[in-house]
């Protein structure tokens, strides 16, 4: 592996996390421990679209000698430098959008590329690296992962995946003592993101191993969703007590194949071609209030899932930047192509390393929560699943407030 | 104000918030620092329900020596003794109803009677003043308000209400980040509880004046919505930027007094007779698709506003067990029928002093915003109402975690 000198540059993409500008941070820190081989770092404004059009900031000097602005960006949710969802080209159909950004490489000397992103990013790394092997432009490129959903490849777990389960452990344990209040027979369904596979919905059992509540039922994508099963599910969780707690994830599917929530909705796709989802909540409300008659009302956690910072795990935001920094570490010693992965230890105690894959081996990929992980019934998680996410939630991060208000980070 | 002496029994009603059991821990401490007045404290489950059932818990003895678990019942959101919605029979309606709660009051030699609750609550505690007027039945009765609404009379603010202004607050700081990542137009509607008042959709404004970020509008229940002054808003705020966000509170009307939500639900109404209101956010997203036809979405934030403890605001914990102790202390000293205040001094310093006020006075009025507080153009906060907001959600208290979730107090 080669090593090169230059400058570097660093984009987010794809949805939000809590924990993503802690992995901007571990970048950062990472170029500036590194100053013999990276020189300075750019970070591009909307990811890729802000590179095609030089929008650039200098982080080095942004950050120079402040460790207290990157605890501030530690802490600040949302893509600090801003997003984007632009699907790059396959290289052999365009060669002239890569050539495109090969000029800019070369304008501003960028040796070294990191994209901080999910799945649909990973396509882009791994696109960027095809292309260079037919270039003579030497540059590392290297994918760093983020997303709340925890559904790449490669990997024990997604950075953001931790901050976004502690949100929705912690939240579900609020909204269980405040279902818990009344006598009246009633059941709450919460209804959580996740459209392909349910490590999130998975996170509103955990208190079940911790001396917490735990919701009645919870119901996966990986299992096939049969609506009088869910029925009589509801019914037997009434018959035992009033106050019925449903998790339920934005993607669960019948057996034909069909979302449970796309009869409410317009069957819209996003930029990627997924299903727009939203109402699985909603459609399940309705068929409790016609079959069985009690009360019954749904919430979604939504957004804040994915941008509640306040509440971040801090064992998320240490590896989001630790992940970050060994990207770093990686491409100065000519890693290229390459997506950071968290490796666990296998053994009671829970330690981690960072490692990398191909991104060709990542990106595009769906990684489903373990069938060992689902109840046999598949209406619930296992205590192993609990046990397996428990680490990922643990200690809560110090932050810094004023007027009442998180402080946040804006470039 | 003639003394007794006695036990005593508290009770919480109504809808959950962060701060209700941290009423119920200074009603602990105001007993138990008063020993020589109230031997003992009974709790009742499920308020009045509980009571009539003489479902009783020891409380004294649950908590005598501990501090410890006063600390963590502070930190434990929805009523930790449960709640109910009985609504009380008129005395002169149904006098054996009060002849049956006086039978057990003297079984128990009960003398005081606290009763956390909302508006519904105090209608409680002016029913039963009401009838001990007429009886030779010698007891205390104190109202202690709690209401994530802030709609009651005679309070500066309500205990309860800073909790659930600093988790909008905040999560709204993380929505607007989270919104602002993308160069797409984009539309999010952000629905907020209120059903009769705009106190909390209000506090989504806050960080305009610490520096922080703000929705473009927020529509209060004070002030008649418009549909096509709403398009309009959006479109002249489109034009500005990108992002746009709007809050919104759950009990708009129409100029004809219809809810806007309403068209949305069924019509149904709840124990109290008030209309279940639920969607007023997917009505006014369906209007912007089809009429200006740009991205659209809309959240609630749901039951997490009045039970997000683990964002408590440390102003409102501290006045919520300040106005518990202070009951009992009036109670003793010989005071009944009345309701606890908040009182604020006029002045630049934010103090808070805690009064009382006839229960007669306060019941099933309702509070609204003030019409200082709102914008002529009726469609956001005035800079003064954010600065009367600010103190109420200062402070964040260190709450205690095991295994990365809050700890929680049950019975």
């Not at 969703?225 to 669960?252: C, I, M, Q, T, Y």
């Amino acid at each position: 592996m080669k090593k090169i000198f230059g400058n570097a540059v660093v984009g987010q993409s794809g949805g939000p996390t809590a924990a993503i500008n802690a992995t901007l941070a571990g970048v950062v820190r990472g170029v500036l421990d590194n100053g013999k081989t990276i020189a300075k770092l750019y970070g591009m404004k909307n990811g890729i679209e802000g590179l095609l059009q030089e929008d650039l900031i200098d982080l080095s000097a942004f950050f120079a000698g402040s460790a207290e602005k990157l605890c501030i960006l530690e802490q600040t949710p949302a893509a600090a430098l801003g997003s984007c969802r632009l699907k790059l080209p396959k290289p052999q159909d365009d060669a002239a959008f890569y050539e495109r950004l090969i000029a800019i490489f070369k304008k501003y000397d960028i040796r070294f590329f990191f994209y901080i992103g999910g799945n649909d990013s990973m396509d882009t790394v791994a696109k960027l690296t095809a292309y260079l092997e037919t270039s003579d432009y030497e540059m590392k490129v290297m994918g760093i992962p983020k997303t709340i959903d925890n559904d790449l490849l490669g990997t024990d777990h997604t950075p953001g995946y931790g901050s976004a389960a502690k949100y929705i452990a912690v939240t579900m344990q609020e909204v269980l003592r405040d279902c818990a209040v009344y006598r009246i027979p009633a059941v709450t369904i919460v209804e959580l993101m996740g459209r392909d596979a349910g490590w999130l919905t998975a996170a509103s059992a955990v208190g079940r191993i911790t001396g917490g509540m735990e919701p009645d039922y919870v119901y996966l994508p990986e299992c096939v969703f049969d609506l009088d099963k869910f029925l009589s599910d509801v019914k037997s969780a009434l018959a035992r007590h009033p106050n019925v707690v449903v998790a339920v994830s934005e993607g669960v599917c019948f057996a034909n194949g069909r979302y449970v929530g796309e009869g409410s909705q317009s069957g819209a796709t996003d930029k990627f071609g997924h299903a727009y989802l939203a109402g699985v909540g909603k459609v399940l409300e309705c068929a409790i209030r016609e079959s069985i008659g009690c009360k019954v009302r749904s919430l979604e956690l939504s957004l804040p899932q994915r941008c509640a910072a306040h509440l971040a795990s801090d064992t998320d935001l240490t590896e989001s930047a630790g992940v970050g920094k060994a990207a770093v570490l990686a491409a100065c010693s000519g890693v290229s192509g390459e997506v950071m992965a968290i490796a666990r230890a296998s053994g009671e105690q829970y330690i981690v390393s960072y490692e990398h894959h191909p991104a060709s081996s990542i990106a595009n990929g769906v990684r489903k929560v373990d069938p060992e992980f689902c109840v046999p019934e598949g209406n619930n998680v296992t205590d192993s699943f609990c046990r397996w996410l428990l680490p990922l939630i643990q200690g809560e991060r110090e932050m810094q407030y004023q007027n009442g208000l998180p402080v946040h980070l804006t470039f």
